[in-house]
């Protein structure tokens, strides 16, 4: 199957996603043993080139790609969208505590602009435009409300790109439509573990999302789940 094939079919959503309506997809790029990075935290690249522009193509199907802060930390992304075609989208830092490094490439590379949603109190990075949001007692942000706030700026498709903590809390949320799981060919048998919820007693509890599968010619393969279509557990 062609990557392009691939790549238009999965992407078809964002493409036609409802002018009024906003549309959440998360993304993750994990081993076979589910695994989306080292025990140090080294995740460059566990997808392969053709997953890479996948995900690229996704950061310009968007309007703003979120992370935790703690990718950035770990990582240091740009988040920009360099091996597809298109606009690199607005930057979201979810940064409760207002502790991203200064020196992070993001803050310091004018590629785009860059979002930092603070706790109050919190101060925001150089490089970062604020946007204060109240967190709860466990002094997280509810997921609705970033997506909200994100919607009243305009910015109604939205890429969760990681780490798995941010991705875990928006799908227990329920505020993902849409997942691009990208697994490699590749086993670590240890390392940061991908989605992690928590535990249900029963299998009928488990998010069973209806999936496609589309095989690139590298290797890697992409499931697209859409959690808004739910399967029915087998006989
Ligand atoms: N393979 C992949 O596709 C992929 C993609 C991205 C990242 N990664 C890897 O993932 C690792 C980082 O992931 P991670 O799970 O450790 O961290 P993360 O999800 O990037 O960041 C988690 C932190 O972000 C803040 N945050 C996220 N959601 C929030 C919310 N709803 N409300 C308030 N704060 C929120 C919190 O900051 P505070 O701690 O300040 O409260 C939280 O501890 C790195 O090793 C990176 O390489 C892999």
Redesign the pocket.
């Known amino acids: 199957m062609s990557v392009r094939y691939a790549s238009c079919r999965a992407l078809a959503p964002l493409a036609h996603a409802p002018r009024a309506g906003t549309v959440v997809v998360a993304?993750?790029?994990?081993t076979l043993d589910g695994r989306?990075?080292?025990v140090s935290?080294?995740?460059?690249y566990?997808?392969g080139r053709e997953a890479l522009a996948h995900?690229h193509r996704l950061r310009a199907s968007v309007d703003a790609v979120v992370?935790?802060?703690?990718?950035?930390?770990?990582?240091d992304?740009q988040l920009t969208v360099r091996f597809a075609e298109g606009a690199n989208p607005v930057r979201v830092?979810?940064?409760?505590?207002g502790?991203s490094p200064a020196t992070a490439r993001l803050l310091n590379d004018g590629a785009a602009p860059v979002l930092a949603?603070i706790?109050d109190g919190a101060e925001p990075p150089r490089g970062a435009e604020a946007l204060r949001l109240s967190?709860d007692a466990t002094?997280?942000?509810?997921?609705g409300l970033?997506v909200a706030a994100l919607e009243r700026r305009g910015l109604r498709r939205i890429l969760i790109?990681?780490?798995?903590?941010?991705?875990?809390?928006?799908l227990e949320a329920g505020a993902i439509d849409l997942l691009h799981l990208?697994v490699a060919p590749m086993i670590l048998g240890s390392g940061?573990p991908?989605i992690s919820l928590p535990p249900v007693d029963r299998l009928d509890h488990a998010l069973r999302p209806q999936t496609d599968v589309h095989v690139f010619d590298d290797g890697d393969v992409l499931f697209t789940c859409d959690l808004r279509r739910r399967l029915e557990a087998a006989e």
């Open positions: 993304q993750l790029g994990q989306i990075a080292t935290g080294e995740s460059r566990i997808s995900l992370v935790g802060v703690g990718t950035v930390t770990a990582d992304p830092i979810l940064d409760p505590n502790r949603v706790g967190t002094g997280r942000f509810r997921p970033v790109e990681g780490g798995a903590a941010t991705l875990g809390m928006f990208l940061k991908g």
